[in-house]
């Protein structure tokens, strides 16, 4: 999601990933599958077929894990702010955890455009070699909307294509 701020100075945009549920959905839905299981592995414990009940556990371990690595990533934000001389972005999850202060002047925008129509183009900022990837966890929508809000603040968005990886 790409928001604009209104409590800083310059134009700041936060960027975030969409998130479809919360966290007591997301427990909501595990409480139901483990309900679920339960039941299931119930019936196989009283037909004879006790080594399922290990292995549902550990398919409810794994998708606890997954719930909780998916939600946890689901908090990071990024900050983008214009001022009239530079670009600032800060990263972090929960708490401001790098930040950058690049010259407008002299920062260049790539755009990396995908292979498949369905993947969104990837964003970064590039000065003196260093290049800093910029919300890679919008969806296509929102980067079109982020890559409109950059060039209506002066910057040109260069597109260009990555060479395609070769695994033999």
């Not at 590039?126 to 929508?141: K, M, T, V, Y």
Request: aromatic residues 10%.
């Amino acid at each position: 999601m790409v928001e604009q701020l209104s409590e800083c100075e310059g134009d700041c945009f936060l960027l975030t990933p969409n998130r479809s549920m919360n966290w007591r959905g997301n427990i909501r839905i595990w409480l139901a599958a483990v309900l679920l299981s339960l039941v299931i592995s119930t019936g196989m414990l009283l037909a004879g077929a006790w080594p399922v009940l290990p292995f549902a556990g550990l398919e409810l371990t794994a998708l606890a894990a997954a719930f909780y690595y998916t939600s946890r990533q689901c908090q990071r934000r990024e900050v983008l702010t214009f001022a009239p001389e530079l670009i600032r972005l800060e990263k972090g999850l929960t708490q401001k955890e790098r930040e950058w202060e690049l010259p407008r002047r002299h920062t260049r925008v790539w755009q990396d455009m995908p292979r498949h129509p369905w993947t969104p183009p990837k964003l970064h900022l590039q000065f003196r070699g260093e290049e800093i990837s910029l919300a890679p966890f919008l969806n296509i929508d929102d980067t079109k909307e982020l890559v409109a809000i950059l060039e209506r603040h002066g910057l040109r968005v260069e597109k260009r294509r990555r060479p395609e990886k070769r695994w033999f």
